[in-house]
């Protein structure tokens, strides 16, 4: 008999720690409050609060259109970066500042303007070779 209520203790309190764990999670309306405190997010959102807040009709439906239209760009712009590993803070700032994922374009070396000068130099070298002959 004592064995089967140590078993049923066990299983009970490991079945509250599973429940605590949601229950303790963010909701998209805490999302949305804590952006409309301050405008700013101060909480540790996971990624699966940040999707579960842009999919949530009822904050759709009884937010204001503005706030959300912020939230939900600065949201969108961070989740590359949250995916990539860094921290909602860090995806944050770095959505903020515009800063993009990888690089975009290939630095200016000054090699496509030596190309240019080369080709102009080229061109009216042979217009003016063939003038001569």
């Known amino acids: 008999m004592g064995r089967k209520i140590l078993a049923i203790l066990v299983l009970g309190a490991t079945g509250l720690l599973l429940l605590a764990s949601a229950a303790l999670a963010a909701t998209p309306q805490d999302i949305y ?24 009709a009822s904050v759709r439906q009884y937010g204001q259109a503005d706030t959300l239209s912020a939230l939900d760009t600065l949201l969108k712009g961070a989740l590359p970066y949250i995916d990539s590993g860094d921290t909602l803070a860090d995806a944050l700032a770095k959505a903020a500042g515009g800063e993009k994922s990888g ?21 009216t070298g042979g217009i003016a070779l063939r003038q001569r002959g």
């Open 103 to 123: 690089r975009s374009s290939f630095p200016f070396t000054g090699l496509p303007l030596a190309a240019l000068a080369l080709g102009v130099l080229s061109i």
């Open 33 to 56: 409050n804590d952006y409309v405190a301050d405008g700013r997010l101060d909480g540790p959102y996971s990624k699966a609060e940040i999707d579960a807040y842009l999919n949530d």
